[in-house]
C-alpha cells in the first residue's frame, strides 16, 4: 500500500520533471485549452461510418487524457441500438445484461472496466450524475449498486460518448476505474435554423414472435444570428421478451453424521442442487419519454444552458418456475437417499434418481406475476459560462435528478407438486441438466389436494425506491500567455444523493369475510388453501420452450394467466402495518463535498495536467432492525417482529491527486503516461442494504439471505497507466498499453449467521426464530493487472475494420475472486460504406466472470460472446432505411457454481430485428 503511494507521488513528480525539462526547450506554448478543443471538435458536422471514425479518433488524439470516444454516425444515429452494445467495442470495456444475479435478459444494461464491478464506473450525461432506478424487484430490494440501467438510456439520445481511463482533479469523482460520460447535443450547434430528424419503424423479437412500433423525433431551432435555440426530442420504444431457462438454484450439503451419511458414508458432505426448475420468463416494455434543451448567448462572452430529461420504462413481467425440490427430498441429509447407482463428481451430486414415496413431496412451482413494474429516471440541470476576460472563463452547473424502481404488486402461488412422483436428475457441467418427476403430469394441473396443492403466498408489496441527487458546482479557468504554465483550472462542487426504501410489504395468505382480509381465517371463510378457491382453467409453456438450450426436463409445463393470479391474490393480507417486513426497508443519505486545482501544461510536442481533489462524504444510514418488545424504541405493529431505527453515521475524507502527460514522439506516433487515485462508494445496498431472506426447506434448516454494513469506507484506486498510440493513416490506429489499479477498501463478501422469525408453511403463525447465513459486505484489498490492444484501420475508400483485446487479472487479499473480472474479452469488426449503402458486423467476446454469492451460493457468468449486425441503404439526402440485428448468434447466457460441476442457470433470449424509415428535412 505505501509502496504504491510512492509510486504514484513518484510519477507525479516524473510528470511534472519531464514538463519542465521540455518547457526548458521552448519560448511559447499555445494559450488554447483541451476544453477549448473539444467545443470546437463538437461544431463539426459528421455524417457517416467513416465521418464519425475519423471525428471520434480525433477527439482521443487531441485529449491529454487516456480516452475512447464513440461518435454518432449521424444525428440521432450511434451504432447500435443500445449504447452499452457500442461501449462494448471499446477496449477494456465490458458490458453485462444482468446488474446482479438475476439472470442475463435480451437487452445489455451495465457497463464496467478492466475486469472490475459496474459500480466502480461511473456513468454521468454532460458531466453531472444521473439517479437511475431498477424494474427487476430482485434489484429493487436484493443488490443495488451505484451502476446506471442503461436500459433506460436511449440512443438516440446520444451525440457521442466519451469513456475516460484516466483521471483528472477537475472531473467529479465516483469512477474508482473510469467514467462513461455520454454528450447529448446543444441547440447551437445544428447547422439549420430549423431541423427535424426522426425514425419510425418496428423491432422483431424472435423469441416471443412479436413485432412492435418504435419512433423517435428530434427536433431544433434557433434564431438568425445563433444566439438562442432550442432542441426537442421524444421517442416511444415498445418490444416484448422472453426468456427460456432452466435455473439450478443453489447447492447445499449432506451433513457429516446425518441418517443419509450414515447409510451412505460418500455422500457425507456432498453439495447437491437444492432446486431444478423450468423457468418462463415473459415482459413487455414500453419505453417513453424525451429531452428538451435551451441554449441561449445573450452576448459574446456569457452563455446560458437548460436541460430536462426523462425516460420511463413500464416492465410489467411474468415469472414462472416448475422445479425439482432437491432440498426438500434430501433435507441436508435427513430426507431420502438416492436409490443406488448415483454419480458423485468433484463432490457434487451430479446423478441421482429417488424412488417414489407416496409420503413424500418432490417438486414446488413458483408463479409470480408483477403488474405495474416500472422504472424511471429524469434530471433537470442549469449552466452557464462567462468569459470574464481573455484570460478568465468561469462556469457553473446546478442540477437535480431523481429515480424510482416500483414494484407495487406482486400476484404469487406456489403450489406443492410432484407429491409421491419421484424424481431424479443428471448434471453434465455448464448448461441444462436432465431432470424429471417422476410420473408427475406437468401439462395439467390434475386433481387439487392430489397433484398439487397451494403451499405458500408470498411476495413483497409497495415497493418504490427512491433515488435521488442534488447538486452544484463552479468552475474556473484562468488562461496564462506563453511559458510553461498554460492555464489553472479550479473549483468547488457539493452534492446530496438519497436513497429510500421506505415501505415493504410481505404479503402472506389470509382469507376473506365478508369481503374483508381475515388472518384469523375463522369457520365459513373464503380460505385460499381451500380448493374451491384455486385458479381454473389453464394455459401452457409455448410449444418450442427452451427448445435451443439442450437438456431432457419438463418443457410442456401448465400455468394461469396474469389475472387468474390477481384474482386469486384477494385471498392475501397486504396491510401495510402488520405485514411490514422491516428488515427489507433502508435509507441512505450522502453528501459530498469537493474542491480541486488543476495545472494544464503545453508544449510544442507535449501536453500535461497535475492536479488534486479533496473530497469529504458524510454518510448517514437507516436501517430497522430487530428489537425486544421491552425497547423504549421499540416499534410493536409488524408481524414480523418487534424492531426500531438504527442511525449510523461516518464521515471520510480523501485527497484524490492525478498527473497526465501526453507527448507526441512523432507525428503519427503518441506516448501517454497517467497516474492517479480515484474515489468510488460502496453501492446502497452494501451500505444500507435491505436484509433478504430465503427461508430453509426444512423445520430444522438454515435459510440464507443478504445484508448491508453501514461502516463500509469508500474504494479508493490507485491507478496507473501507460499507452502508446500509432495514428499511421487517416481513420487508423494502432494502440498498445498497461494498466494497474491497487484497489483499497475493495468491497467483498464474507458470511455471517443471523436468526430472524418466519413466517410460512414450515414455520405457520405465530412464527419461530430461524437460523440464516446472510452474504455482507465487508472492506477488504484487491488488485487488477492488465494490457489492451487496438486497432482500426482502413482498406481503400469504402471498407475498413477493427479489432481489440484486453485482458485483466484481478485478486484480493481474502481469496475470493474479484466481482465482474473477464480475463479476457476481444472485439472484431468490419464495415463497409459508399454514398448510398452502408453495412457492419460485429463479434464480442467476453470470458467468464465472478458476479457474487446467491442463495449461499457462488455465481459465475460463463463464457459468452455475441454478433451483431447492420446494414443500412441512402434513398436521398432526406429519407433512409437502416435494419440493426442483434444476437445473431443466438447467444446462451451460462452461469455454475464453484464448480463447473455445478450448474446454476441457462438462459435463452433470442434474436431482434430493428427496421427503421429515417428522415430529416
Not at 483528472?168 to 431541423?195: C, Q
Not at 406475476?369 to 449552466?383: C, D, H, I, Q, V
Not at 427448445?547 to 387468474?564: A, C, K, L, V
Not at 431472506?693 to 501507460?722: F, H, W
Amino acid at each position: 500500500m505505501k509502496v504504491r503511494k510512492s509510486v504514484l507521488s513518484a510519477s507525479i513528480v516524473m510528470a511534472l520533471g519531464f514538463a519542465a525539462n521540455a518547457a526548458a526547450q521552448e519560448t511559447t506554448a499555445p494559450a488554447t485549452s483541451a476544453s477549448q478543443e473539444a467545443k470546437d471538435l463538437d461544431t463539426v458536422v459528421v455524417k457517416g461510418i467513416r465521418g464519425a471514425i475519423e471525428q471520434s479518433l480525433e477527439t482521443k488524439r487531441d485529449d491529454v487524457t487516456r480516452v475512447e470516444v464513440i461518435t454518432s454516425e449521424d444525428i440521432g444515429k450511434m451504432p447500435d441500438k443500445n449504447v452499452a452494445d457500442s461501449l462494448a467495442r471499446v477496449p477494456g470495456v465490458n458490458i453485462s445484461a444482468a446488474s446482479a444475479n438475476e439472470g442475463a435478459f435480451d437487452e445489455n444494461d451495465r457497463v464496467s472496466m478492466r475486469g472490475t464491478s459496474p459500480s466502480l464506473t461511473q456513468t454521468l450525461i454532460d458531466g453531472h450524475n444521473v439517479a437511475t432506478g431498477d424494474w427487476f424487484v430482485l434489484n429493487q430490494t436484493g443488490t443495488v449498486g451505484r451502476s446506471v440501467s442503461y436500459s433506460l438510456l436511449p440512443a438516440e439520445l446520444v451525440d457521442k460518448v466519451v469513456v475516460r481511463k484516466s483521471s483528472e482533479a477537475k472531473l467529479v469523482e465516483g469512477g474508482a476505474v473510469g467514467s462513461v460520460d455520454i454528450v447529448t447535443r446543444n441547440p447551437l450547434n445544428f447547422d439549420t435554423g430549423f431541423s427535424v430528424f426522426g425514425s419510425v419503424g418496428a423491432v422483431y423479437a424472435e423469441q416471443p414472435d412479436k413485432i412492435d412500433p418504435q419512433i423517435s423525433v428530434l427536433g431544433n431551432w434557433k434564431n438568425d444570428d445563433g444566439s438562442f435555440g432550442v432542441t426537442v426530442q421524444a421517442f416511444s420504444e415498445e418490444r416484448h421478451l422472453r426468456r427460456d431457462g432452466q435455473e439450478l438454484l443453489g447447492y447445499e450439503q449432506i451433513a457429516a453424521g446425518s441418517a443419509i451419511a450414515t447409510s451412505n458414508p460418500d455422500l457425507a458432505g456432498v453439495f447437491y442442487p437444492t432446486l431444478v426448475g423450468s423457468a418462463l420468463f415473459e415482459q413487455e416494455r414500453k419505453r417513453t419519454g424525451g429531452m428538451i434543451t435551451a441554449q441561449w448567448k445573450p452576448t459574446d462572452t456569457i452563455e446560458l444552458e437548460a436541460n430536462y430529461f426523462r425516460s420511463d420504462m413500464k416492465a410489467d413481467n411474468y415469472n414462472r418456475n416448475y422445479m425439482l425440490w432437491g432440498a426438500r427430498i434430501l433435507g441436508q441429509g435427513a430426507g431420502q437417499a438416492p436409490d443406488p447407482g448415483y454419480v458423485v463428481r468433484d463432490n457434487t451430486l451430479v446423478q441421482a434418481n429417488f424412488t417414489a414415496d407416496p409420503t413424500r413431496q418432490y417438486g414446488i412451482y413458483d408463479e409470480i406475476s408483477r403488474p405495474r413494474a416500472k422504472s424511471n429516471t429524469e434530471f433537470f440541470s442549469l449552466g452557464g459560462k462567462w468569459d470574464v476576460s481573455e484570460s478568465l472563463r468561469f462556469t457553473a452547473q446546478a442540477g437535480t435528478s431523481e429515480g424510482h424502481g416500483k414494484t407495487p404488486t406482486q400476484d404469487v402461488a406456489e403450489w406443492d407438486t410432484g407429491l409421491g412422483t419421484g424424481a431424479g436428475w443428471s448434471m453434465h457441467g455448464v448448461g441444462a441438466a436432465d431432470w424429471n418427476l417422476g410420473s408427475a403430469n406437468t401439462s395439467v394441473p390434475g386433481t387439487p389436494n392430489v397433484d398439487y396443492r397451494l403451499d405458500w403466498i408470498f411476495g413483497f408489496q409497495d415497493i418504490d425506491v427512491v433515488d435521488e441527487e442534488d447538486w452544484g458546482q463552479v468552475d474556473g479557468q484562468w488562461f496564462v500567455d506563453g511559458g510553461l504554465l498554460n492555464s489553472v483550472e479550479f473549483g468547488v462542487r457539493q452534492a446530496k444523493h438519497k436513497r429510500n426504501l421506505d415501505q415493504v410489504t410481505a404479503q402472506g395468505p389470509a382469507c376473506l369475510v365478508n369481503g374483508q382480509v381475515d388472518p384469523s381465517c375463522p369457520p365459513g371463510s373464503q380460505s385460499p388453501f381451500d380448493p374451491a378457491n384455486f385458479p381454473q382453467g389453464f394455459q401452457n409453456y409455448p410449444s418450442d420452450f427452451a427448445d435451443g438450450i439442450g437438456g431432457n426436463f419438463p418443457r410442456n409445463i401448465w400455468f394461469h394467466s396474469m389475472e387468474q393470479l390477481a384474482d386469486f391474490n384477494r385471498f392475501t393480507n397486504r396491510n401495510p402495518v402488520t405485514r411490514f417486513f422491516f428488515p427489507g426497508a433502508y435509507g441512505l443519505e450522502e453528501t459530498s463535498s469537493a474542491g480541486y486545482v488543476q495545472l494544464n501544461f503545453s508544449g510544442e510536442k507535449w501536453t500535461g495536467n497535475v492536479g488534486m481533489r479533496y473530497v469529504q462524504t458524510e454518510e448517514e444510514v437507516t436501517n430497522y432492525v430487530n428489537a425486544s418488545a421491552t425497547d423504549p424504541g421499540a416499534i410493536t405493529t409488524s408481524l414480523f417482529g418487534p424492531y426500531k431505527t438504527v442511525l449510523t453515521k461516518n464521515t471520510y475524507r480523501d485527497f484524490l491527486p492525478s498527473a497526465n502527460l501526453k507527448v507526441d514522439l512523432t507525428d503519427e506516433l503518441v506516448l501517454r503516461l497517467a497516474a492517479s487515485r480515484t474515489l468510488t462508494r460502496p453501492d446502497f445496498s452494501a451500505l444500507a442494504g435491505s436484509v433478504s431472506l430465503l427461508p430453509p426447506a426444512t423445520v430444522n434448516g438454515v435459510g440464507s439471505g443478504t445484508g448491508g454494513n453501514p461502516n463500509l469506507e469508500p474504494i479508493l484506486s490507485t491507478n496507473l497507466d501507460a499507452t502508446v498510440e500509432w495514428y499511421y493513416a487517416p481513420r487508423s490506429l494502432f494502440s498498445a498499453g498497461v494498466f494497474s489499479m491497487d484497489i483499497d477498501n475493495y468491497v467483498s463478501l464474507d458470511r455471517e449467521r443471523q436468526e430472524y422469525l418466519t413466517i410460512d408453511s414450515l414455520h405457520p403463525a405465530p412464527g419461530a426464530m430461524v437460523p440464516y447465513d446472510l452474504v455482507v459486505p465487508v472492506n477488504s484489498h484487491a488488485e487488477v493487472n492488465g494490457v489492451e490492444l487496438a486497432w482500426e484501420g482502413t482498406f481503400g475508400e469504402y471498407f475498413g475494420a477493427f479489432a481489440n483485446y484486453t485482458y485483466a487479472e484481478g485478486d484480493t487479499d481474502d481469496g475470493l475472486p474479484m466481482l465482474g473480472t473477464s480475463e479476457n474479452t476481444y472485439n472484431v469488426g468490419v464495415w463497409f460504406e459508399n454514398q448510398m449503402f452502408n453495412a457492419r458486423v460485429n463479434y464480442t467476446y467476453r470470458s467468464e466472470f465472478f458476479s457474487g454469492l446467491d442463495r449461499a451460493s457462488a455465481f459465475w457468468q460463463d463464457d459468452i460472446d455475441n454478433v451483431s449486425a447492420s446494414f443500412g441503404w441512402k434513398i436521398n439526402d432526406n429519407y433512409s432505411l437502416t435494419l440493426d440485428a442483434m444476437n445473431l448468434n443466438n447467444p446462451k447466457t451460462k452461469y455454475f457454481a464453484e464448480s463447473k460441476e455445478r450448474p446454476r442457470s441457462i438462459y435463452e433470449n433470442g434474436r431482434q430485428y430493428y427496421l427503421n424509415f429515417r428522415f430529416n428535412f
